[in-house]
């Protein structure tokens, strides 16, 4: 088969839809999106595709939960992922469902197809099985007394003993390795390719792909007491959604993906599993895995059990899409796992965005039109330091392309970062607010300079921030017309061009408000106290306190109330506690799981909008007015008695 240059398929993983979208899920997405806007620049055709994985034991348990049908349910979050997604200008061309019945007529035909090959054969299934990974454990089940904890996720597994087709994984070993072998960039990282390589060396089982206990999911054609494995069931939708195997023609025209974005923790099932079923129906296999790490909160990992996910639609309205898009990309080097902060992301909008990019346009336009300006106007010869800017916007258009084609979001932020320094350092050192009057010729070049090179910059920033970057093109002239915006021209051509009018727009990024409510009445109250005389208390008053150490193991908002958090707080032996603070307008959630603070144990509990509170934790306000949980300066154990 001919190889495809001109075509571009990126997917992102289908996301189980037991709750709406958390930044873990947008993470994938914007990765999938920047990478499909990039290869737009380039003139590609592009096809991105994502999507919800909604069969499976997780899902009907969630459902259950919940006190719906699955199917119910499912449709229930379908609206708030578009949503988001919208909300974030993901702008995929598909958005499959597994639910889909295109989708599972295909399953059950790729079934029926690796039946008649003899790819699978009927036993009977006795091992452990995870939930909320869908995963069958290894480990030999010989022993029910012991469910052994679950390599990926550490939780508890359980028995599964049932009649299941099991698909001939064990067959492809050799294949899988000669695989690995022959495309050494198959996974980015290379460093998870050896692991991949390592766990296929060590011998695969068969795999079983059905499962008759459960009724949540597809049905085999010829044999529907089983139900598909969910992940047999996901991973095809990658090829499904092309409209395999009837449509072969769309089929061929996209696959093999270029790009498959997927978190580290679902590495096996597209790195084993999935190059396996392809194999088995003769498709050729994807061009890349872009494996990415974890987001972690307070150095864990953002999970919905441990309550510390952090809301994208919250992150939206406080900050705005693009800039969580920038810090998503800046800030988490993809291969590694990243933390993220909110301070942090307040720091890069204010530093990178509204410092070093933001005011360099405003600076270039406000002094433009001051001085009468509207048209940057390219003189015919221009000045040393301008011919440095430009040919230095070559190097950038080359090394920002040659890092995006390696997944290195970051290096080439930190590079466009470099240029945009440049610039600045250009624009300050050319003190154009004096050559105004005394040259105006020079004048012009300055602007006309600084005009251009942002223009490389906004067209090289615009898959990750496509909003704002099309705000600012448009503030210096430009519209981004991307099926003739080669990207390979485009340090020449903005150059080369001759007028370009330049317009006043709204600030392009607005500096967060740091945090800095002051409650007024809780400092007035703190003062009077200062200067009250002391009411002094014997020692057997204070022992009569508990006061202890513990560690916030949840927290989450109050429904109908704007000022509370409620915390799950470890006591250690005084055991779980659920407390309320009024801490809201000083914290996130997230900024609290697992962190210690000190709480008051044995104050009668108390309802607070309908919650209880089971003691109180114990803040003291800084100058600013901000809340300081009473922390110890290093971790002792939950229950620690204050003395
Ligand atoms: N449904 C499967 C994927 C099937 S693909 C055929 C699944 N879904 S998921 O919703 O649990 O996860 C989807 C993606 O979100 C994974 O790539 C996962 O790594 C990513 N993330 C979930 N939590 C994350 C973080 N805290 N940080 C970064 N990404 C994480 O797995």
Redesign the pocket.
Known sequence: MTQKTNTFYVTT????VTAKP????L??TVLADVLARFNKLQSKEVFFLTGT?EHGQKVALAAKDAGKKPQEFVDGFIGTYKDVWKDYSIEYNHFVRTTDRQHKKAVQEWIERLKEKGDIYKDFYTGWYCTPCETFIAEKADDTEKAPACSSCDRRTAIVQEETYFFRLSAYQDKLLALYKGNPDFIAPRERLNEVISFVKSGLKDLSISRTTIDWGIPFRNDPEHIAYV?AD??N?YITALGWPEDMEKVHHWWPANVQV?????VR?HAVFWPAFLMAIELPMPKKLLV?????VNKQ???KSLGNVVDPTILHKKYGPDEVRYYLLKQMAVTHDSEFSIQDLERHIETDLANDLGNLLNRLITLAHKNKITEAASPAVWHQQALDLRDESLNVVQDVQGYIDDCLFHMALSRIWKYINQVNAYFHHQEPWKLANQDPEQFMQVIAATRNALEVIGVLLWPVMPTKMEQLLLSIGMTLNIRDTLLADLALKAWQEKTHTLIKINTLFKKPEMKKEVDSKQQEIAKKADKETIDYIGIEDLIKVQLVVGTIVACELVEKSEKLLKMQVDCGDYGKRQILAGIRAFYEPYDLVGKQGSFVLNLKPRKMVGHESQGMMLVAKDADGKTQLMSPQQTVPNGTRLQ
Do not use: R
């Open positions: 993983p289908i996301y189980y958390h930044l873990g899920s993470y994938s994985d992940w996901a991973l939708n997927l978190g580290k923790d679902i099932f990415h790490g974890w987001i972690n990992k953002m999970s």
